[in-house]
């Protein structure tokens, strides 16, 4: 009377020596060691790119995130207005002292600036450039995290009451440097009795910074408070207070609290306001491409099949010989397993690797491309931003390999079955 098999604890030592021989077994020997080459590099590549792809993804909302909230006011509040005789509305806040005051009172608020803000013309000899103005007080200028020295200003920001500070797009477009003198063309300027003619007045380059947005370098400057309110005939009253607060990210949750304290006719205006739409853009593209990436590590998976399937064919004799010596179904079902899964961490584990060294030597990497392509890999003016930015966070690397591995575990079980299924009879009927 024949035996029954003996039952032996899941992934025992003897599954494990098996399929390791099985996996480095070369081709003359029934293997198929090629295919388990396509298998682990194609996870690791597709790995890769998730990785890679997250990760700038996350780099990029967050420098654009870090640099608007940088040079930008957190929440800017403003008046309703009122109309005057003449039918224009006057939206200038002449008690901003007071409501600046208030409005610092409410708590998470760090810094209430006011500010006088209009767009007029920057002239240097024959060069010319639009750029909007924000008149503010010294103090408050310092505190600007985006405008503060660093190594992409210079000049001595310490001087900003004796001339005016601007953008480094905007001394590039105009060709200027520190202590040279720009000319600002308002054409609301000086009222006379024939009218309003432009004003023109020459201010003397103290600062050059650079907020890290292209589009903040390229347009703005700041003057004094009291010399913009004298420029465009605002004397004792200012357009808007700037507001920074402690979290940004719950800025939402502050703008009733500042429409109280800045009074009844108070307007807010907060920076998601004003992101919020290109920011909801960037979510959508993250789960597009998430999926799309998916994809490719589904695909990459799949080459883990097809070397499953023939090393199942190739094995067909060893798996019967195997069987009548009393080797059970699951043990050779988990043998299979084994060699699939193994491929897949494998490759999941050099995928992690290699997109965690791209996304830590991004910098140099991409001083590379921009040099291999003449150095015009990166177009600020497009992507509003210097650099290409990444940052690595453990949930996208998670993400990355819990994918990887849940595909490379699941597409691995089919062809298993099919092996542990196997009758061995047919398996060595023409042996």
């Known amino acids: 009377?024949?035996?029954?098999?003996?039952?032996?604890?899941?992934?025992?030592?003897?599954?494990?020596?098996?399929?390791?021989?099985?996996?480095?077994?070369?081709?003359?020997?029934?293997?198929?060691?090629?295919?388990?080459?396509?298998?682990?590099?194609?996870i690791t590549l597709a790995v890769f790119a998730l990785i890679a792809t997250l990760s700038v993804r996350s780099g990029f909302r967050a420098e654009f995130v870090d640099t608007i909230l940088g040079a930008n006011a957190h929440v800017t509040v403003y008046t309703m207005g009122e109309v005057q005789e003449n039918g224009q509305i006057d939206r200038t806040i002449a008690n901003y002292t007071e409501m600046a005051a208030e409005?610092?009172?409410?708590?998470?608020?760090?810094?209430?600036?006011?500010?006088?803000?209009?767009q007029v013309?920057?002239?240097?000899?024959?060069?010319?450039?639009?750029?909007?103005?924000?008149?503010?007080?010294?103090?408050?200028?310092?505190?600007?995290?985006?405008i503060q020295p660093s190594e992409r200003s210079f000049g001595d920001i310490g001087r900003f009451e004796e001339g005016i500070a601007i953008g480094s797009g905007v001394?590039?477009?105009?060709?200027?440097?520190?202590?040279?003198?720009?000319?600002?063309?308002?054409?609301?300027?000086?009222?006379?009795?024939?009218?309003?003619?432009?004003?023109?007045?020459?201010?003397?380059?103290?600062?050059?910074f650079s907020a890290g947005r292209y589009d903040i370098d390229k347009t703005r400057v700041y003057l004094p408070i009291a010399e913009a309110q004298s420029f465009f005939n605002r004397e004792g009253v200012a357009d808007e207070l700037e507001v920074m607060v402690e979290d940004p990210e719950s800025v939402d949750a502050m703008a009733r609290a500042l429409m109280q304290a800045a009074g009844d006719r108070a307007q807010v205006w907060t920076w998601r306001d004003a992101s919020?739409?290109?920011?909801?853009?960037l979510d959508i593209e993250d789960r597009v491409m998430f999926v799309i990436l998916s994809v490719l590590v589904?695909?990459?998976?799949?080459?883990?099949?097809?070397?499953?399937?023939?090393?199942?064919?190739?094995?067909?004799?060893?798996?019967?010989?195997?069987r009548t010596m009393g080797l059970s179904e699951g043990s050779v079902l988990r043998v299979f397993f084994i060699c699939g899964a193994f491929t897949g961490i494998i490759g999941t584990a050099?995928?992690?690797?290699?997109?965690?060294?791209?996304?830590?030597?991004?910098?140099?990497?991409?001083?590379f491309v921009n040099y291999l392509s003449g150095g015009n890999a990166w177009d600020a003016s497009i992507?509003?931003?210097?650099?290409?930015?990444?940052?690595l966070q453990l949930g996208d690397v998670l993400s990355a390999v819990g994918l990887s591995l849940g595909l490379s575990f699941v597409v691995t079980i089919f062809p298993a079955r099919r092996a542990a299924r196997m009758n061995p009879v047919e398996a060595l009927r023409y042996e």
């Open 1 to 42: 009377m024949a035996s029954k098999p003996t039952r032996t604890a899941p992934f025992a030592a003897f599954e494990w020596m098996i399929a390791w021989r099985y996996l480095r077994a070369r081709r003359a020997e029934g293997g198929v060691s090629v295919m388990t080459w396509i298998s682990l590099i194609g």
């Open 103 to 118: 409005v610092a009172k409410v708590p998470g608020v760090t810094r209430v600036a006011p500010l006088v803000r209009q």
């Open 121 to 146: 013309m920057a002239n240097r000899r024959q060069s010319n450039a639009g750029v909007e103005v924000f008149g503010i007080a010294s103090d408050d200028l310092m505190t600007i995290p985006g």
């Open 171 to 208: 001394a590039q477009s105009l060709g200027v440097d520190v202590g040279d003198t720009i000319k600002l063309i308002s054409p609301n300027g000086v009222k006379t009795a024939f009218g309003t003619s432009p004003r023109v007045n020459g201010y003397e380059v103290v600062y050059v």
């Open 276 to 281: 919020g739409s290109f920011l909801s853009a």
């Open 298 to 322: 589904l695909i990459a998976a799949m080459n883990i099949v097809s070397g499953l399937i023939m090393l199942v064919k190739n094995k067909g004799r060893d798996i019967g010989i195997l």
């Open 350 to 367: 050099a995928g992690v690797v290699l997109g965690v060294l791209f996304a830590i030597y991004v910098d140099q990497i991409f001083a």
């Open 383 to 391: 992507r509003g931003i210097y650099f290409l930015p990444a940052k």
